[in-house]
């Protein structure tokens, strides 16, 4: 993991030290509401429905148990004992109060977290596959890339007031976890002609209002362009973005408006001035940042080792668990456990003080002291013995956090929406909760499948609903909250945007319409198939057929 | 007259932003002056400028990108970058491009809404004259060039990003 020295230090505290003067300049009325607002947003600072709301970064997701335990504080001193893990990697309070930010991220500083540029129109956390460095599939590890984005997104003096929201996302894994071909910056490592490790750098996704994925700009960059090529698409995009419209102020309406040819021809330009200057990456820096993240002292293991088996031999419930939440690690002997935060009646996403200072014991005693979130909301621990898994899968369930469901259905994304989100024109928890009420059945879950499904309660689309195979989005409709549904999303390398199946319904019918188009996959697919596979087969005719009929 | 600060200090304003200007008959009005006038202004009337018997500058709006300037760059003592809104991040840019693309090497200044949150950012781009909003305390500002002891990122004062001096 990344260890801050002097220089990162000192920036943070000078950060803390700008926003407290900030704050207080705010609080004694000599900063006007207008002028404070993008401050406090490039903190992190939300006015929310019912109060202030602070993201925290979380760089590339990556937690130490030291941070784990600091946020469990902040939970418990700050905020009302729980936070929410956000589709970003991040993680979010909703309930502090505005005179306590200062000490609070004064707290968070001492711990090197902060919540910088986890708001307004700057570039925002940079973001990657969660099992970045023990994928056994993984070209090289990501997060050392994020880190130098990190440092070179931090406080750009030229690309703090972009016309929009900026996401970069870059992933390393050939199953992309990343949603990447959604960010404004989609950036795959790949082998290039001499077999070299470079970049493909996409430009232009994402959801929102106008979902579109990821153009190709850059086929393939050399490792020392990285940032020059980076500064020259956000130079392009500051200087040309629209910022007449706030809707149309995303990157990727300027790729539609400007034509993809002609906007690869600008940053090609502007690339071309900027190459050779110093923002070109040193070897040196490639490698120091690399050092940060290389391989815990691993032991020699042997692979799926006896004691696993039998313990998986034994308990029907820890091969469910086992067989769900457990994935391949690129070293023998070893796993990637994931915690799902998706347990019936708890909102996606939410973890109290109780699991946070739990998550932190577990990762310091099964995986080197660290975790990583994901995003889809739940929580890697990286580096699991297989001798250990059972009774790290022990303690889990001791701690109400073994829950088996991930990857299915119940294992949802949904964004706060209109219990806490001042901008959601509906609400999506209690939607989240009716359907997996209706799906409780782990057999049943399983005997369904791998299917993602993400809520938005608007259509800034937190909730990424333009990419779950099923989506549901909430609409007011003359003050009413409805609900739309759309099929075919993905987020996967083969990533696809959902489409809607018809006029939206009302709260209490979604459980029985998802329950259809489930029914629909089930009684058509074939052997092998996913419910992705089977709907890309038949299209969205016979699903659209079946849940209209019905409701007729 | 009106106080700024340049070169981190506050000063007196010697010069004139000429905001609106259709004609150069401005020009003739007030001789001898210091007038920053637009880049249209001073493109356009190329021979009444050379004639002015003052000092003459020009400002670029937001949306007005510096390679408009053209080949007379280097003539000019100051270019004022204008900010319509504080949230306007594009004169940033345009600062940038004006230092480390075209070299200028004259007076850049920040005009418009011009706050004291922005003033460490500004300077890092390349600005190095600030022509506050009327409602700022130009002494008050001076703090904000103490926001940050050092970036990651190359500027002006620091030609190398961090990861060339760590």
């Known amino acids: ?552 | 007259m009106q106080k700024l600060i340049k070169n981190g200090v506050v000063s007196n304003d010697n010069w004139t932003v000429l905001k609106v200007a259709s004609g150069p008959e401005v020009l003739q009005a007030a001789p001898g002056k210091a007038m920053i006038i637009p880049l249209q202004l001073w493109k356009d009337f190329r021979e009444e400028v050379e004639e002015y018997t003052g000092s003459i500058a020009i400002w670029l709006d937001s949306n007005e990108t510096v390679d408009r300037i053209g080949p007379d760059l280097h003539t000019l003592p100051l270019i004022a970058l204008n900010f319509p809104a504080f949230s306007d991040g594009r004169s940033y840019t345009s600062a940038r491009e004006l230092r480390e693309s075209l070299n200028y090497e004259g007076e850049i200044r920040a005009i418009g809404d011009v706050l004291r949150d922005q003033i460490y950012y500004m300077s890092r781009c390349g600005f190095d004259s600030f022509a506050l909003r009327h409602d700022q305390d130009p002494e008050a500002c001076l703090a904000a060039f103490k926001d940050f002891k050092t970036g990651y990122q190359s500027s002006v004062a620091e030609p190398l990003p961090l990861f060339r001096r760590r």
């Open chain 1, 1 to 552: 993991m990344y260890q801050y020295d002097n220089y990162d230090h000192q920036m943070l505290r000078d950060r803390v030290a700008q926003f407290r003067d900030q704050t207080a300049r705010y609080l004694e009325g000599k900063l006007s509401e207008s002028e404070f607002l993008p401050l406090r947003l490039q903190n992190g600072l939300y006015i929310q429905r019912l109060a202030p709301m602070l993201r925290i970064a979380v760089p590339y997701g990556m937690l130490s148990s030291i941070q784990l335990r600091k946020l469990a504080y902040i939970a418990n001193h700050y905020d009302k004992g729980y936070g929410h893990f956000t589709t970003r990697q991040n993680i979010q309070f909703n309930w502090p109060a505005l005179e306590d930010l200062p000490d609070l991220l004064a707290d968070l500083a001492e711990v090197e977290m902060h919540a910088i540029q986890t708001s307004g129109n700057c570039i925002r956390n940079t973001t990657t596959d969660q099992f970045a460095g023990v994928a056994p599939d993984e070209l090289e590890d990501s997060r050392s890339y994020c880190e130098i984005i990190r440092q070179w997104s931090s406080f750009h003096p030229e690309f703090a007031f972009l016309p929009r929201k900026f996401k970069i996302a870059v992933c390393g894994t050939k199953i992309d976890q990343a949603a990447t071909q959604v960010h404004d910056i989609g950036i795959y490592l790949i082998t290039g002609a001499d077999g070299e490790v470079g970049f493909r750098i996409l430009v232009g996704g994402g959801l929102g209002r106008t979902p579109i994925l990821g153009k190709e700009v850059f086929e393939f960059v050399e490792k020392k362009h990285l940032l020059t090529a980076l500064d020259a698409i956000l130079r392009v995009y500051n200087r040309e973005g629209r910022r007449d419209n706030k809707y149309k102020a995303r990157i990727k309406i300027l790729v539609k408006e400007t034509g993809l040819e002609e906007f690869k021809r600008k940053v090609n330009l502007e690339w071309e001035l900027i190459k050779d200057s110093s923002l070109q990456l040193t070897e040196e820096e490639i490698s120091r940042c690399g050092s940060f993240f290389s391989d815990p002292a691993y032991q020699q293991l042997e692979d799926q080792p006896d004691t696993l088996k039998q313990q998986l031999s034994e308990n029907i419930l820890f091969t469910n668990w086992y067989e769900q939440n457990v994935n391949p690690h690129k070293k023998a002997g070893y796993s990637i456990v994931t915690v799902c935060f998706k347990a019936t009646g708890v909102a996606p996403g939410d973890v109290s003080d109780i699991q946070l200072n739990a998550l932190a014991d577990l990762a310091d005693k099964y995986s080197f002291g660290e975790v990583r979130v994901t995003h889809d909301q739940n929580v890697v621990l990286a580096d699991v013995q297989q001798q250990e898994l059972h009774s790290l899968w022990q303690e889990l369930q001791s701690k109400a956090m073994a829950s088996q469901n991930l990857g299915l259905m119940s294992d949802l994304i949904c964004c706060p929406g209109g219990d806490f989100c001042a901008l959601a024109n509906a609400k999506s928890i209690p939607i989240a909760e009716s359907i997996q009420r209706k799906f409780d059945d782990f057999d049943e879950l399983k005997n369904i499948g791998k299917l993602s499904l993400n809520i938005s309660g608007c259509m800034n689309a937190c909730g990424h609903h333009h990419v779950g195979n099923i989506g549901i989005l909430g609409v007011d409709k003359k003050g009413e909250e409805f609900y739309q549904v759309s099929m075919g999303g993905s987020s996967s390398n083969e990533a696809s945007l959902g489409k809607i199946i018809g006029p939206a319904f009302a709260q209490e019918e979604i459980p029985d319409v998802i329950e259809t188009i489930v029914g629909v996959y089930k009684s058509n697919r074939e052997t092998g198939e996913d419910f992705i596979d089977t709907y890309r087969r038949l299209g969205i005719a016979p699903f659209k057929e079946k849940v209209y009929a019905k409701a007729d």
